[in-house]
């Protein structure tokens, strides 16, 4: 890996909590994610499956985690299943997990070989009631594919169907939202890579290049940082394509006048940051661009003033919206009329603010979390309003990503990112 090693306390707590959590008699299974083909022998980039590396650590394909609490044989509480490297694929791939390494980075000391999980398993499974599968019940999950945890689930089903079943997820949603302060270590150096990136782009913009040009710079910065690379596709949106909200063809020349939104973020040890900043193409925003600016910028700061313990995500949305509308009043964007006769499901602002202003952020750009409960300390954030004008060719985004302290407004992580107007003018003109 490319990431400094991770100390493995971390890992060590959270299966603690997760195991706290568990049925009598129970045990929990996780798979690695596949590895993807994409044609002839040729393979994507291997992205572990975030809730096994949450628990162990382990980073690497093949690889099966076992948490079995109540076992009668203390060494099978906590097991770890890894490929048994060799020779030939420390030749071809390069030397993966020694059962000894896998100890050094999870924490878990029982360590065996893939090739003994099924006798391994047999023998644990006539000794528990209840095994737990990792379902993903995210919020905005939408995978068409069938995953190597979907196939196991079938295989145990069929294999053990006396037995009884329940999921993960629950769990994890509520344990993976609030970050520990290794977790935001790490959530705050991809942020600061983030930052190099931005910064590097801010030198390099000028009239005629392509958004693909500060894609490659983005690129560039972060791998050079131990970055794994983008934490989701990068949108560079040079004029008009700022108002398609996904736009990632990043394909097209940046012209004088118009504005770039930028949202990209970097990922270091599989956790991501996620930040959006909007920047003249010449350096000097227009007066209009300013304000509109200006008005974007209020709302990120106010909205971030109401991440804090108890909030409810709905309501903040609702009072967010609120916000957005008076400054689009006050842009001559809307009048009182147009508020007056809303649709109440579909207010009036989001005809220029579409989509929702924070989400939760970690292992997962969109990571877990219960949107239904009350927002807590550790819980990480973004934060990113936006307003979207086709009509005068160009839109604008602010994003920060913050962590909710026990009192107080929150923490950003993303504080060193320029964003007030002046300093990026003068960032892109020195």
Known sequence: MKYHPIDPKLFIKNRKNFMAKM??????VFNSNDIFTTGADSTMPFKQHRDIFYLSGAD????????FPDSPDPAHREVLFVTETNEHIAIWEGEKLTKERATEVSGIKTVYWLNDFDKKFFEMMTQCDTIYFNTNEHYRQAVEMESREDRFIKKTKAQYPAHNY???AP???RLRAVKDQIEI????????????????????????VMEFDLEAEFLHEFIRRRSDGFAYTPIIASGNNANVLHYIENNQECKDGDLILIDAGAQYANYASDMSRTIPVNGRYTDRQKDVYNAVLRVKNEATKMLVPGTLWKEYH????????SELIGLGLLDKSDVQNENPDWPAYKKYFMHGTSHHMGLDTHDYGILWEPMQAGNVFTVEPGIYLPEEGFGIRLEDDVVINSSGEPFNLMRDIPIEIEEIEDLMNK
């Open 23 to 28: 049925k009598p008699s129970s045990l929990a």
């Open 60 to 67: 690497q394909e093949n690889t099966i985690l076992v948490l």
């Open 166 to 168: 329940a999921k993960s």
């Open 171 to 173: 769990i994890l949603q």
């Open 185 to 208: 270590d790490l959530l705050q150096q991809a942020c600061d890579i983030t930052n190099a990136g931005f910064r590097r782009v801010l030198e390099f913009t000028k009239r005629g």
């Open 318 to 325: 609702v009072e967010v919206g609120k916000i957005m509308t």
